[in-house]
């Protein structure tokens, strides 16, 4: 940018002196300001001068000592010399391997590292999943049924949702992506909650101006979802950085999928949240499958979780359909991030059971025993309530009476929240920005008019 | 009122605005206007203040730790330390998105973009995620404590890359503000307001005059409110309306038409959005003819908005076409500047011909 400076006026000045432009340029002085492009450049081209000078005559720089022969001593700090011309493959001959606890029946592992539960958290954990469970069903055939205009659910991802949660402390504040509705969950939004957001009735906090799922409450420490992917990356380096300054116990929590590492955001958020030595725990949930492109289609690298490296941030792969490997990594992310003042990146590897959403057939584009593989075998909540039950925390009787209540406060709560009334209109213009200005409060005014003079053209349920 | 602006390297020659509060000080060089000082300079005292005036401010973006490459950031980390002044990776994105967290939970920010020409990178971010994080969030949420800073428009030698308006871009998004100051006193009080403004906002400062205006400006702690434009030059023929840099080459215009009998009335929008519509169609009432003026090239520039909206509301008592001299639609170009920019001359041949329609 500087060189461009740089050229550009002598080019200018060139062309000038050769044109006789100074004549039309009297009006506007269009000469090179001294001052200017002096402080501008000057730190910048000293140094550029200083480096180019070397470059051209490595004879001038014949070690002169022990400690020249061995490292060079870089801005960056001293780095080893080596004779051997080897570059650094492209990947190391095994994969990162992936932390788990249980085996595949819900049985822990011998000898496993982990941080225990108690039957309270492990039931109400399993409960949250249960809980998230039956939310993700009965939406989605709200959805079906027309009731609501979208859903998205997060089968498969139930153990990422409430374990990660659990781990967490209530202070930690969450910047979503779109599917850990059951982090929010477990921090007590209640059923009735998200069922008015859904149908975006006068009750949903977002005022009805978002699409469904789009949940967020200050109440919980939990950011509004914004539809954008990975915006909320840098966001989350920012929030960790306040939270650092104002010396909190408490870190920033950021969520996003395997598709959402390839958006320049990812990069910049890690990277902020490194330099700035940031409390950020980052949770990617690498589910295979962005929409319908293929994680081989999205990167090259073993996955995300050789990212952090890269970056400077410690990082762990973990299997995330393992809740209490989830709970394990995320509860010591959290403390490092935490009582170390560093970003943490976790790579928990799952499967996005259903459709991307309600706009898609995911059958098109992907095998159905795949899908039917992780449905059954890999299941999270089978795998942890084998777990509560083996330990004698959990029966049959349990699991029909929660998932029974839980449905009729479901219905409950979709009847309720589909006969609210709307927003009323003057929430349109609302909130744009701290107080309306002038124009919203014209076009405000000519809505209404409008909308008393021609009714039919507007849906009902609104307030004007 | 207006003062005489002439050629923009002379000293003290720029309209005095009646914001502001009227310092006294026995400093030398200190006349009861305040300090003379050139336009980075009245920026610098606008970040001293904020980062004085509130614990939980922070200045930060690339290279502003020793200065700023325009150096409005001089001594600002050696005097608030380096956690709250500090250089950023060189990542717009990562600028803005960092700072609309940090002001999400309560911080002043006053993120810098070092050309506005490389804001781009960071226009999710302003767009998709600043602009709407109050309203997505049923003002759950907001992120008002973020100003981004932005040196714009053309310095004479910048070529594509240094010298680009892209106000128009922002000024499209409902959600955040867009300021301009025209110089060293309007920059520092407008500043100010856009800090402490709980709104988000882009701030841009015109580069051309960073070291060329030279103005008093009050050393205390002042602020100019956003969304009022000012009529810095009365006059009975046409209106003028334009921002920044450019209205010192449009009192140029005024000057010289007043030299044929053309009384010019000059404004400054000062804040683009959400704009003063009523003094620009109070005066174009007056004098019954509208010229705007930008840098940005013509098509979809906020000129095109200005000109509509006077148009519905003014329609009866214009007595020509709206007037539009600005920038043309290439990209900005090295050598051919002189012939892209909206000169003076152009701009008093658009007053001739609009007054003699």
């Known amino acids: ?464 | 009122m207006a003062g005489l602006l002439g050629r923009l390297s002379r000293r003290s020659s720029f309209p005095v605005s009646g914001h502001g509060i009227r310092m006294f000080s026995t400093v030398e060089h200190v006349s009861e206007n305040g300090k003379s000082m050139n336009l980075y300079s009245a920026i610098n005292q606008a970040l001293h203040i904020a980062l004085e005036t509130d614990p939980r401010s922070y200045v930060f973006g690339e290279d502003v730790g020793f200065g700023g490459v325009f150096r409005c950031t001089t001594g600002l980390a050696e005097r608030f330390g380096k956690s709250r002044v500090f250089n950023t990776p060189l990542c717009e994105q990562g600028i803005v998105g960092f700072g609309i967290g940090l002001a999400a939970m309560g911080n002043r920010v006053i993120a810098e973009i070092q050309f506005a020409d490389y804001i781009f990178p960071a226009f999710d971010q302003i767009v998709n995620e600043a602009a709407k994080f109050r309203y997505r969030s049923g003002n759950q949420f907001n992120c008002g404590g973020l100003t981004i800073r932005a040196p714009y428009g053309a310095v004479g030698h910048g070529g594509h890359y240094h010298s680009q308006s892209p106000e128009a871009f922002f000024c499209h998004v409902p959600g955040i503000k867009v300021v301009i100051p025209r110089s060293p006193r309007e920059a520092k009080g407008l500043l100010l307001s856009s800090i402490r403004d709980p709104n988000p906002v882009v701030f841009f400062e015109p580069k051309w005059l960073y070291r060329q205006a030279v103005e008093d400006v009050p050393e205390d702690d002042y602020m100019i409110p956003l969304s009022e434009a000012e009529v810095i030059r009365e006059g009975s023929d046409i209106t003028l309306v334009g921002w920044g840099a450019q209205l010192t080459i449009m009192e140029q215009a005024c000057l010289d038409a007043e030299k044929e009998g053309i009384s010019c009335e000059l404004i400054d929008l000062k804040t683009l959005i959400p704009w003063d519509k009523e003094i620009v169609e109070t005066s174009v009432r007056k004098t019954g003819r509208l010229l705007i003026s930008h840098e940005a090239p013509v098509t979809g520039g906020f000129g095109a908005e200005i000109a509509a909206t006077i148009v519905e509301r003014c329609f009866l008592r214009l007595e020509a076409p709206v007037s539009r001299v600005c920038g043309l639609d290439t990209p900005f170009p090295l050598v051919f500047e002189p012939f892209y920019m909206p000169t003076k001359n152009k701009i008093l041949d658009a007053i001739k011909s609009t007054v003699n329609y």
């Open chain 1, 1 to 464: 940018m500087a060189i461009w400076f740089a050229r550009s006026r002598s080019l200018v000045s060139s062309l000038r002196q050769n044109l006789g432009l100074s004549a039309i340029l009297i009006k506007r002085d269009y000469s090179p300001r001294p001052i200017i492009s002096k402080s501008f450049l000057g730190p910048v081209t000293s140094h550029r001068h200083e480096s180019t000078a070397v470059e051209k005559h490595p004879d001038l720089v014949q070690p002169s000592d022990e400690e020249d022969v061995l490292e060079l001593d870089f801005p960056g700090g001293k780095v080893g010399y080596t004779s051997e011309m080897k570059f650094i493959p492209e990947s190391t001959s095994h994969r990162v391997p992936c932390y788990r606890v249980f085996d595949k029946n819900g049985r822990i592992i011998p000898n496993s590292d982990f941080i225990p539960v108690s039957e309270k958290l492990a039931v109400k954990m399993y409960e949250q999943m249960a809980t998230l469970q039956v939310m993700d069903h009965i939406f989605y055939e709200a959805q079906r049924q027309g009731r609501i205009s979208f859903y998205l659910t997060s089968v498969g991802e139930e153990a990422i949702n409430i374990a990660s949660a659990a781990a967490l402390s209530p202070d930690d504040v969450i910047l979503p992506q779109y599917r850990e509705p059951g982090v929010l969950l477990w921090r007590g939004f209640t059923l009735e909650e998200f069922a008015n957001q859904c149908f975006g009735n006068k009750a949903d906090y977002g005022k009805g101006r978002q699409m469904p799922i789009h949940y967020g409450s200050n109440r919980h420490n939990y950011l509004t979802v914004s539809s954008p992917i990975a915006t909320q990356l840098p966001q989350a380096a920012g929030v960790g950085y306040s939270l650092k300054m104002e010396k909190k116990n408490a870190c920033a929590v950021t969520f996003i999928g395997d598709g959402g590492t390839s958006e320049g955001d990812f990069h910049a958020g890690l990277n902020f949240a490194a330099v700035m030595e940031a409390p950020v725990v980052f949770i990617c949930r690498n589910n295979g499958w962005a929409i319908s492109t293929h994680i081989s289609e999205q990167f090259r690298s073993d996955g995300i979780v050789v990212k952090g490296q890269a970056y400077g941030i410690r990082s762990i792969r973990v299997d995330g359909n393992d809740a209490l490997a989830v709970y394990s990594a995320v509860r010591s992310a959290r403390e490092m991030a935490v009582t170390e003042q560093r970003p943490v990146l976790i790579e928990a590897m799952t499967y996005r059971v259903g459709h991307h959403s309600t706009s898609d057939d995911s059958t098109k584009y992907r095998a159905a025993d795949e899908i039917q593989y992780w449905k059954m075998s890999r299941n999270p909540v089978n795998r942890f309530k084998k777990w509560v039950e083996d330990n004698g925390w959990w029966s049959e009787e349990d699991e029909s009476k929660l998932r029974s209540n839980t449905r009729k406060q479901l219905l409950q709560a979709i009847q309720v929240a589909e006969k609210w009334e709307k927003q009323p209109l003057t929430e349109l213009f609302n909130d744009v920005y701290d107080v309306k200005p002038k124009n919203l409060e014209e076009q405000e005014v000519g809505l209404k008019a409008l909308v008393e003079k021609r009714p039919e053209d507007y849906p009902p349920g609104f307030h004007v």
